[in-house]
């Protein structure tokens, strides 16, 4: 139940593509959803996050769709660029206690030129 | 600037040694978790903790051990009973009723 299931494990889109990112999850008392972005080397760094009352977020050329009845939720990545190119792990932690983050296995997204 | 400083970034072991992983945060937060991260297996929880002088076993304790004497730091300790202890080390921060969790640059044990 505490398992988040991401796929796929990577991902190659040509640049001005859209790479489709998906995550589903079994816990229903998870109420908040972020992606990270992570560099080779580096730590993690949020990305954008959603809470189950919306069914969209949008900042910039990132998109989370969530559908709350399937307990599944994207990264959708518009206008997609090389530089984007990273790993993105989606995650999920439930309200209250320690807040601990459950991390899915992370998608390895290459964006050629 | 604020963040989470994590020491050294690259360390070697050898076998039957304990080593500890540095974990330093100026940015006032309440709770501290540690992460291991293996290739295809997305962040584990090593260890967390909420306040100081308290901490909780995460999903992969065995073999490790840590410390919360100050708000601002969290060591890590991988002890000789940790079997397979090569793997990139993550330490994060959350500011309790915040949801943003901040990271560390991460730290690569290799055993030798």
């Known amino acids: 139940q505490q398992q988040v299931k991401q796929s796929p494990q990577s991902l190659i889109v040509q640049k001005g593509g859209i790479p489709i990112i998906n995550c589903a999850y079994e816990?229903?008392?998870?109420?908040?959803f972020p992606w990270y972005q992570q560099f080779p080397g580096k730590g993690p760094a949020l990305l954008i996050a959603?809470?189950?009352?919306?069914s969209e977020k949008k900042e910039g050329r990132f998109t989370i769709s969530f559908n709350k009845s399937a307990k599944q939720f994207s990264l959708h990545i518009m206008d997609s660029q090389p530089g984007d190119s990273a790993t993105y792990f989606c995650a999920a932690s439930r309200k209250g206690g320690a807040q601990k983050l459950v991390f899915g296995q992370g998608t390895r997204l290459t964006i050629n030129p | 600037d604020g963040g989470i400083t994590q020491s050294p970034k690259y360390l070697f072991r050898k076998e039957g040694q304990n080593v500890t992983l540095s974990c330093e945060q100026n940015l006032n937060h309440d709770a501290m978790y540690w992460y291991r991260q293996d290739p295809g297996q997305g962040l584990r929880l090593i260890y967390y903790?909420?306040?100081?002088?308290?901490?909780q076993k995460g999903d992969i304790a065995e073999g490790y051990s840590v410390s919360r004497e100050k708000k601002e730091s969290f060591p890590l300790t991988v002890t000789s009973a940790q079997k397979n202890p090569t793997a990139f080390y993550l330490c994060?921060?959350?500011?309790?009723?915040?949801?943003?969790?901040?990271f560390g640059q991460g730290t690569r044990l290799t055993v030798v």
């Open positions: 994060a921060s959350r500011q309790t009723g915040n949801t943003e969790a901040f």
């Open positions: 816990n229903t008392a998870f109420d908040y």
């Open positions: 903790s909420q306040i100081v002088n308290d901490f």
């Open positions: 959603i809470r189950p009352d919306v």
